[in-house]
């Protein structure tokens, strides 16, 4: 029999000493970002890229699933027996999944992805050229991390429109207009009608989490029509599957549209690939940085324009570097424009330079910086 929790009152947190005992101190831990419950007795976190056991433990299935309802309800939602799978935000942002049996086999778990309340500071990023980026990568590579770092460079007098299907991003800017959708309800409002919705709201900035269906097109649309500074993000193994995948994501919306035409949405739209990957050690990199150059009936083209190379060896945890191709990026005369060069990029890419190729093969040497973007060693959120 399982016993009835304690229904807390929707927006408050739960009383964390009956039911949340076990994970309460983990889930007040700045250190780590994930806390996975797989059973009463197997409480996992990770910390640093790195899945750690902990030795905690739940009494018994009964008091595990008291804490997820107590979670759950905290949440606004409850507990349905016919809906096994369940995600929610808690009230400090982070992210709940619940799995019940009989989808989970081996009895309930329980996953919280965790954000850090305190703000993205990226002072060498810039955004200020209005560039549309897609931001690619695997399942925990870092993509929304990066994402609201990116997105806390923008200036705090640009209306910034968010669209997530749970509300992830933690930006500090004053003018924010946050959405987020409503799935398995029955006033369910999807994250493609949230898009189109977020047009009509005079965006300076749209940014969408994540895009993973015929929302995408909706995305593409509004970045062809004059919505410059645009981000997005996607799962991807590479910079060109990510490309291959938003083709496919446009034609789940339903819309017969040639690949041509999808191409030429996906080229007109898109300035920037940023791909990002999970190491082996656990930290998460920037692996490239590539640049949409043109299209035809079989591929969209791309260029790399900085490359990782991994700073092993040099007993640092968690430090990547980006060397330059050696290519000149397109976007460096509207870059110029903004005035949002910044020392480094100016060095490496002047104003009017005819030297620098824009195309074509990689110079046979990457142009060297002294510190220049990013020569130095650089720390991946």
Same mark, same amino acid.
């Given at each position: ?126 955004? +200020? ?148 990957? +999970? ?99 650089? +720390?991946?959120?």
């Amino acid at each position: 029999m399982i016993l009835a929790p304690p229904v807390p009152a929707a927006g408050r947190m739960p009383d964390t000493s009956t039911e949340l005992r076990p994970i309460a101190e983990l889930m007040r831990d700045p250190s780590l970002t994930e806390i996975m419950v797989n059973g009463p007795d197997a409480i996992y976190v990770e910390r640093e890229g790195r899945i750690l056991l902990t030795e905690r433990r739940f009494d018994d299935e009964n008091h595990l699933l008291a804490a997820i309802e107590a979670l759950v309800s905290s949440a606004g939602r409850h507990l349905q027996a016919g809906d096994p799978v369940l995600e929610a935000r808690l009230l400090d942002g982070s992210r709940m999944t619940v799995v019940l049996p009989p989808v989970a086999v081996d009895g309930p778990m329980l996953t919280i992805r965790r954000f850090s309340a305190t703000p993205y500071e990226i002072g060498d990023l810039i955004v +200020r050229a209005r560039a549309n980026l897609l931001i690619s990568g695997g399942s925990s590579s870092g993509k929304t991390t990066l994402l609201n770092g990116l997105a806390s460079c923008i200036a705090g007098d640009e209306r910034i429109v968010t669209i997530e299907e749970a509300a992830e991003l933690r930006l500090q800017q004053d003018h924010i207009c946050r959405l987020e959708s409503l799935a398995g309800s029955e006033k369910a409002v999807t994250l493609r009608q949230l898009v189109r919705h977020a047009v009509r709201m005079r965006p300076d900035r749209l940014i969408v989490g994540e895009v993973r269906g015929g929302e995408a097109l909706d995305m593409l649309q509004a970045m062809n029509t004059g919505h410059e500074g645009a981000m997005t993000t996607i799962h991807a193994n590479s910079p060109r599957d990510a490309l291959a995948r938003l083709e496919t994501l446009v034609l789940m919306a339903g819309i017969e549209l040639p690949v041509r035409a999808i191409r030429q949405q996906i080229y007109g739209a898109l300035n920037l690939v940023v791909h990002l990957g +999970r190491m082996p050690d656990g930290n998460r990199r920037v692996l490239s940085i590539a640049e949409l150059t043109g299209f035809d009936e079989q591929t969209i083209a791309l260029q790399d324009l900085f490359v990782s190379e991994s700073a092993a060896g040099n007993g640092a945890r968690g430090w990547t570097r980006l060397r330059p191709t050696g290519i000149r990026p397109r976007i460096m005369d509207k870059i110029h424009r903004f005035d949002a060069a910044g020392p480094d990029l100016d060095r490496l890419f002047p104003k009017n330079s005819a030297g620098s190729p824009t195309s074509g093969r990689r110079s046979a040497e990457p142009v060297e910086s002294s510190g220049g973007v990013p020569g130095r060693e650089r +720390r991946q959120g």
